[in-house]
């Protein structure tokens, strides 16, 4: 059985990889204010803060979620990922339910480094519960924020946004939330006559399965603006899927079109990095 390294709250669990699979479209995905509101006054729901050095930020607990998803008879493919017993379940769900650990260290390198992200249009690519994304929003930017699980936009991700951003609208009219693959995302994006490029692509703990590596370098090769930069945080090696650091470096080396840095490393256990990426200059091509 898979396992992925992982040692916060949530116990790691098996991965499922189904032998057929089905990459779902991508959509634009409207807040639903009112599903949200039900949500975040149900009975059972908890929320955990994560202290930063100049801001806090609230997000559902995992647990107490499934709860209220099971509560409100609400048949999702998080749930049955639960019921699974998996972490992910490739092409199903994949993994939103969760803050994975490289979050945390792109969060902290956010603001260790005091990014500022004021007139910035920012990317939280694989976004999962979202807190990349707010971190950004709460610092100034416009923030578009994509998951493969419509169901993790419209129960987590949204929330966790109305959460942080309790009082202020105009902080939430600066969001938008896709759903589906990678794929069909720059296409759901160019049809947007604002033809929206981003400044900042963030994407954290999306490596984990090679078959995306090529989907993932197009996104980045088709929304990043010319002068942009993207931060992925990522583990060297993950446990059974098979994807890891070297062999996306070594995918991304061959597109052509990047320059590679480490600008964080963590070697205790499984190692750790953040890599920034920017498009590369044509003279050094
Ligand atoms: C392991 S979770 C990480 C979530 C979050 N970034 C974090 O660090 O807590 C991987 C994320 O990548 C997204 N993802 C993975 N494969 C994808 C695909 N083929 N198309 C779109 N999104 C994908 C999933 O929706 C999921 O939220």
Known sequence: ??????????????????????????????????????????????????????????????????????????????????????????????????????????????????????????????????????????????????????DVINYITTLNMYLNTELSKEMREKCRFFSGDWSYFCENLSNDPNNVKYDCIFTSETIYNTDNYVKLINVFNRCLKNDGVIYLAAKSYYFGVGGGLQQFEDVLINDGNWEIKTVFKLTEGVTRSILQINRRCLQNK
């Open 1 to 150: 059985m898979f396992k992925f390294n992982f040692n916060t709250e949530e116990v790691s669990k098996d991965i499922s990889v189904p032998t057929e699979e089905k990459w779902v479209n991508s959509k634009q995905i409207s807040p639903n204010s009112l599903l949200i509101n039900q949500f975040l006054n149900h009975k059972h729901i908890e929320f955990i803060t994560i202290e930063f050095k100049d801001v806090s930020i609230r997000y559902i607990k995992p647990k107490t979620m499934l709860e209220v998803l099971k509560d409100a008879n609400l048949k999702s493919e998080i749930l049955q990922a639960d019921t699974n017993h998996s972490d992910l379940i490739t092409g199903v769900y994949e993994g939103g339910l969760k803050v994975w650990e490289c979050t945390y260290d792109l969060a902290h390198f956010i603001c260790d480094n005091q990014m500022d992200f004021k007139e910035k249009k920012v990317l939280d690519l694989g976004c999962g519960m979202g807190i990349i994304g707010i971190l950004t929003l709460l610092h100034g930017a416009s923030v578009d924020f994509q998951d493969y699980n419509s």
